[in-house]
Nanobody, 120 residues
Framework: QVQLVESGGGLVQAGGSLRLSCAASGRIASINVMGWYRQGPGKQRELVATITRSGSTNYADSVKGRVTISRDNAKNTVYLQMNSLKPEDTGVYYC??????????????WGKGTLVTVSS
């Protein structure tokens, strides 16, 4: 079993910054892609950013230039540094991990989510 623990959400004023963290633990052989998704009020869950084990990144157009995703492979942890936050960035942010378990099974895991609220 694999657990994801997210942290770093909160309330921030527009223009402010937040850093989210997500640590994966459990029966993990390796982690391929780590990422963050978000779901705003009344909206569907959408991609924010992903990062591969080798460090290749992908960002949603709406966050490019304001958000940086990074990871620490030794700690199985992914980070999301968000700057110049806007009210439309408000939502629940979910960590996503695509991992290979110790049983050599490819699995897709989701965190429980952390709330980010940006006030205008």
């Amino acid at each position: 079993q694999v657990q994801l623990v997210e942290s770093g959400g909160g309330l921030v004023q527009a223009g402010g910054s937040l850093r989210l963290s997500c640590a994966a633990s459990g029966r993990i052989a390796s982690i391929n892609v780590m990422g963050w998704y978000r779901q705003g009020p009344g909206k569907q869950r959408e991609l924010v950013a992903t990062i591969t084990r080798s460090g290749s990144t992908n960002y949603a157009d709406s966050v490019k230039g304001r958000v940086t995703i990074s990871r620490d492979n030794a700690k199985n942890t992914v980070y999301l540094q968000m700057n110049s936050l806007k009210p439309e960035d408000t939502g629940v942010y979910y960590c996503n991990v695509k991992a290979v378990t110790l049983d050599f099974v490819n699995m897709n895991y989701w965190g429980k989510g952390t709330l980010v609220t940006v006030s205008s």
